[in-house]
């Protein structure tokens, strides 16, 4: 392959990431407004919600947060669950109403610093409040963990490929022997 | 995402249904886990805790990864450390030639067979043939990613497909693309013997 088409090739590489750089920067400074599609809730964050308050009220929206605490009261049978934003500062209480009767859930399967996706009613934004309809909890590590099992077989691959020896692989380098010890 | 071992599993089963063979195989596996190279930013900021880099820059590199235009990008670099190779393409170009004469859907068949294989024969290709079957794929995923924003930087909710079919850190995309995976495996190495004992007939 020749030299330009290479340097062309890696020129295109380094324009998508500093592109998308630009574009993250722009997106985050000034996030668009969030839209619904074909009747699904609105996937936002907790910022999206604090920004976008007046065009989400009342409507479902969809949050995938880590939990920062919660708090489950017997006699009302309420779960609060509240999600920070440390770069904000910012902070949401989730309102799960009738707890005891969520059937998915049970209160000892709520974790602190655990990822959970909550789909919910946005109301009353102005004080931070959401009624939380469903709670479903992500395991990222599990896919994390897979996706090491998946680099356990495409390395081998790899080598493959391009012919690498395993066995001819050395980490330690070895002092040549010197042959002539005489001169 | 699907895990990395849903994307390989997805990978083979295509492979075997497009008649990417051998070491073409590999590019075009490598190509289904593509996308995902530029999530190690995201293990990285994470890890340390820098929220800052995590939303300007992290984020930002995965989202545009999962891409058409990242995919494109992806698949122009990768493809500098491997090699074309000209011996298939030849002999693909030369069986298109000598069933030139036929006419009809045999010989639009023929044509396109010989094009393919002229096609296959491009990392560039396969690499990003393979990243859009990584976005394909990821596409199933509901709500975790949200969709697969194929027209990134354009960030409108009718840019953003899911087939909604699995949660992306269950194992719903194993369970579901497993027995595929095996049944196309097993058809597979029956064709494989059924041809080299038709080879030995001869």
Not at chain 1, 69 to 87: A, G, M, Q, V
Not at chain 2, 43 to 69: K, M, R, W
């Amino acid at each position: 392959m020749n030299n330009k088409k290479t340097i062309k090739r890696i020129l295109i590489f380094g324009i998508i990431i500093i592109g998308s750089i630009f574009f993250g920067v722009i997106w985050f400074l000034n996030p668009p407004i969030p839209t619904k599609w074909n009747e699904d809730p609105y996937r936002i964050d907790i910022y999206d919600l604090y920004k976008f308050a007046n065009v989400v009220e009342n409507e479902q929206i969809v949050l995938y947060q880590g939990i920062n605490d919660y708090n489950y009261s017997e006699s009302s049978d309420i779960l609060s669950i509240l999600i920070k934003d440390t770069f904000h500062n910012i902070q949401i209480t989730i309102q799960f109403n009738n707890w005891s009767k969520h059937e998915k859930y049970n209160i000892i399967d709520i974790g602190i610093g655990s990822s959970y996706c909550i789909k919910g009613k946005s109301l009353l934004i102005s004080e931070g409040i959401i009624l939380g309809i469903d709670i479903v909890e992500i395991h990222g590590y599990r896919t994390n963990i897979l996706s090491l099992a998946g680099l356990a077989i495409i390395i081998p691959l790899i080598f493959y490929y391009f012919k690498i020896d395993f066995k001819k692989l050395k980490l330690i380098h070895k002092r040549e022997k010197k042959s002539n010890r005489g001169s | 995402m699907p895990d990395w071992i849903a994307h390989l599993m997805f990978g083979t089963i295509l492979s075997f249904l497009l008649g990417i063979k051998g070491e073409k195989r590999i590019i075009f596996l490598i190509g289904n886990l593509m996308p995902d190279f530029l999530r190690f930013p995201i293990f990285i900021t994470e890890f340390l805790n820098q929220d800052l880099l995590s939303e300007f820059i992290s984020y930002p590199i995965n989202e545009s990864s999962h891409s058409i235009i990242g995919v494109l990008a992806l698949a122009s670099f990768i493809s500098i450390f491997f090699e074309e190779s000209l011996e298939p393409l030849e002999s693909g170009l030369i069986k298109h030639q000598l069933n030139s004469n036929k006419t009809g859907f045999k010989f639009k068949l023929d044509k396109f067979q010989s094009i393919w294989q002229t096609k296959i024969e491009n990392p560039f290709f396969l690499l990003f043939l393979g990243g859009l079957f990584h976005l394909f794929l990821d596409s199933f995923m509901w709500p975790w990613a949200g969709g697969i924003n194929w027209l990134y930087p354009l960030d409108f909710a009718i840019f953003r497909w899911s087939f909604k079919l699995w949660w992306p850190s269950s194992f719903d995309a194993i369970i579901l693309l497993f027995p595929i995976f095996l049944i196309s495996l097993i058809l597979k190495t029956l064709f494989h013997f059924y041809k080299v004992k038709k080879k030995s007939k001869f």
